[in-house]
């Protein structure tokens, strides 16, 4: 990958990633559709910026999103996020909704997420590159084995970590974590998806994030603070 930058607590676990026939297949695959003229989103600087600004030591909570945003400037390699000016998508308006709900958090006006990245938010797509305006174009071209050994990697973590899987598909990618539930150290809490078509189902009222900050506390590490400052 050309535009490699993450941060070094990854590259160096995730070394034999980047040299194995699937990722190199990738790599052919979207070189190939570059110079077949077809936009990709994110620009290639930032397909690795959830493991560029969350470094594998700090992460404390897992969000899990499937592709990126395939519309014009909105995706930068943040599961949910969009650029600062771009209008916040249905999903993140429901889930600041149920943030207001669950912590009084006044909705954002925007949809720039970083300040939780920076926090130890880990908000990983399970792909992470789309062809504009085409939701789910580059499935199945070997992402979803990359982001399988970054889960395995915080799952290994002896620290604690939240995972929030939203919708069947994240439960299912990440079914193999070490869940407290089932004996181990990381806390699961499982929704359906904030998307319109499925918020009502159990999204709302799921009250994830005190549950996530609550246990945080109990293990001695700070909560997450979920407010987004105002952009200038």
């Known amino acids: 990958m050309g535009d490699v930058k993450l941060h070094p607590s990854w590259l160096e676990p ?8 699937y990722m190199i297949a990738l790599r052919q695959f979207l070189v190939a559709e570059k110079a077949a003229g ?9 397909w ?10 700090q992460v404390r909570v897992v969000i899990l999103g499937q592709d990126p945003y395939h519309g014009e400037g909105q995706a930068h390699g943040l599961c949910f ?3 600062p000016g771009v209008r916040t998508p249905p999903s993140l308006v429901n889930i600041y909704k149920e943030m207001e709900a669950d912590l009084g958090i006044p909705r954002a006006r925007h949809g720039f997420l970083e300040h939780w990245a920076q926090q130890g938010v880990l ?3 399970a792909v992470l590159t789309v062809q504009m305006s085409m939701a789910a174009s580059h499935q199945g ?6 982001t399988d050994a970054v889960i395995r990697l915080v799952n290994a973590r002896q620290e604690p970590v939240v995972f929030l ?5 994240a439960q299912k990618k ?3 974590v070490d869940s407290v539930d089932k004996g181990g150290r990381h806390l699961v809490l499982k929704a359906p998806h904030p998307s319109p078509l499925s918020a009502h189902s159990g999204f709302f009222g799921c009250g994830h994030f005190s549950k996530a900050n609550a246990f945080l506390a109990s293990h001695g590490q700070r909560p997450i603070d979920w407010a987004l400052p105002a952009l200038d």
């Open 38 to 46: 077809k936009r990709i989103f994110p620009a290639g600087g930032e």
């Open 141 to 146: 071209r070997g992402w979803e084995r990359f």
């Open 165 to 169: 899987l939203w919708g069947s598909h």
């Open 48 to 57: 690795f910026r959830a493991l560029d600004l969350t470094p594998l030591d």
């Open 14 to 21: 995730l070394k034999g990633e980047f040299d194995d026939p």
């Open 174 to 176: 990440a079914a193999f």
């Open 123 to 125: 908000l990983l797509n």
């Open 81 to 83: 996020s969009v650029r």
